[in-house]
């Protein structure tokens, strides 16, 4: 069973930093776009960052502009998010996904995570 597994998120302090890290559970997905999304309480699930396979492509919501940073590891299964001066309005349950091409919502993609919490206290 395919599977993506998210790690690294937690509590932090309004101006911190977190990384977040996602495992593809095949080699298969060393040829797919991967990114994030995240979904607050009571708000839809949002865009927030992705990267074509080879990772010479990346796309980010402009919420997150000039703070996170998304990459792929050597292999190409991995994917981590780096998260800079992290706010408040940040907070929310991150998920990593996986989809044939670049994406930049929702709608279409193949593979998720079951999420990792992100709170960043004020």
């Known amino acids: 069973q395919v599977q993506l597994v998210e790690s690294g998120g937690g509590l932090v302090q309004a101006g911190g930093s977190l990384r977040l890290s996602c495992t593809a559970s095949?080699?298969?997905?060393?040829?797919?776009?991967m990114g994030w999304f995240r979904q607050a309480p009571g708000k839809e699930r949002e865009f927030v960052a992705a990267?074509?396979?080879?990772?010479?492509?990346?796309n980010y919501a402009d919420s997150v502009k000039g703070r996170f940073t998304i990459s792929r590891g050597y292999a190409k299964t991995t994917v981590s998010l780096q998260m800079n001066s992290l706010k408040p309005e940040d907070t929310a349950v991150y998920y990593c996904?996986?989809?044939?091409?670049?994406?930049?919502?929702?709608?279409?993609?193949?593979?998720w995570g079951k999420g990792t919490l992100v709170t960043v206290s004020s």
């Open positions: 990267i074509s396979w080879t990772g010479g492509t990346t």
């Open positions: 095949e080699r298969t997905f060393s040829r797919y776009a």
């Open positions: 996904a996986a989809d044939t091409s670049l994406f930049g919502k929702a709608s279409g993609v193949d593979y």
